[in-house]
């Protein structure tokens, strides 16, 4: 299983990108694919072809009206691995004995 | 105000890394920067100096054990922009009008 | 066009990496699609789907015998933009009017 | 040693960013760090202090007149590795026994 963080904007509309963003959500919300918001990206588990198959979507959403377009994608692949969207924080959690701000 | 978002971990370890992880994340949690962690990496939000000196403690606290090191930052630097780490996701919430995952 | 940086490799082989980097670089080099290799990663320029479908072919072939992956993509894509593998370090050397280390 | 790769341009300044990049190219270029310019960023090899400098610099004189800036750095320290910034491609033409696009 794959977890999958992207960031997705345009370039050329200025610095107030939240109405692009909030397209790019909205289509990952509806993906039924297991996801995270976060303030830098959102993250994805599933399967290789489940997640990049979300991520083209995105893509084609903002091609419609964007003529530059940036994307950020980091990838961590591990065979089996399953539940790291919460799994991975609470490993951090226990090695600690605290909780963390997350 | 900056939003950094990073990772580090040692490429020397092999693919358990929770114990180099950990040791890290300690010392974001006590350095006072106001941060949240991720599946993916660690967000931290303050001014360039301060999250680049974080950033720099938690490289020499690897270096002091490995040999060969990734590390991997995204910043979004915003003039007078202040308590991004819940404003943004807050921001795109508003934008659609219900709740997303989190 | 995309110009698409990629960086893949396992998390589970130690620190020595040239050879699962090289069997991507084999594949890369024989999809007929442009590219530059640099220290640090791979540039690809092609459309979406035609990029894409390469760091697919990478994914797969690490995926064989490799448990645990890492994968960082970063994505600009500019509607109409061609030969910007050369054009863009040609533009910034234009500007500076002299030049630079390539 | 480290390779550093970065890139950071302005969010608000639409998206012909040229003059922007050219402006953080000379600055590098004149710092005496070696680096290559590539078609999506640059890569400074030396010591973690010595290209982190590097970074703050050029920060530094975006923030002069850019309200939004976004920066992705990716960081590679191998102790004791020196000359990788021609090195790391060089393995890769080794191990496959050809000459590769750089």
Same mark, same amino acid.
């Given at each position: 299983m794959?977890? &999958? ?9 200025? /610095?107030? &990108?939240? /109405?692009?963003?909030?397209?790019i ?9 297991a *996801?995270q918001?976060t303030?830098?990206?959102?993250? &994805?588990e599933?399967e290789?072809?489940?997640v990049?198959n979300?991520?083209d979507a995105c893509f ?16 961590? *692949?591990r065979?089996?691995?399953?539940n790291? &969207? ?6 951090v959690?226990?090695q600690?004995?605290r909780?963390?701000?997350?």
């Amino acid at each position: 299983m794959v977890l &999958l963080e992207f960031a997705m904007a345009p370039r050329d509309k200025g /610095e107030e &990108l939240v /109405e692009y963003v909030s397209r790019i959500i909205d289509i990952i919300d509806k993906s039924g694919v297991a *996801y995270q918001l976060t303030p830098m990206g959102t993250i &994805l588990e599933g399967e290789w072809r489940e997640v990049m198959n979300v991520v083209d979507a995105c893509f084609e959403e903002l091609q419609k009206d964007c003529k530059r377009i940036g994307v950020g994608i980091k990838i961590d *692949y591990r065979e089996g691995g399953v539940n790291r &969207l919460k799994g991975k924080v609470d490993a951090v959690e226990n090695q600690l004995g605290r909780k963390l701000s997350t």
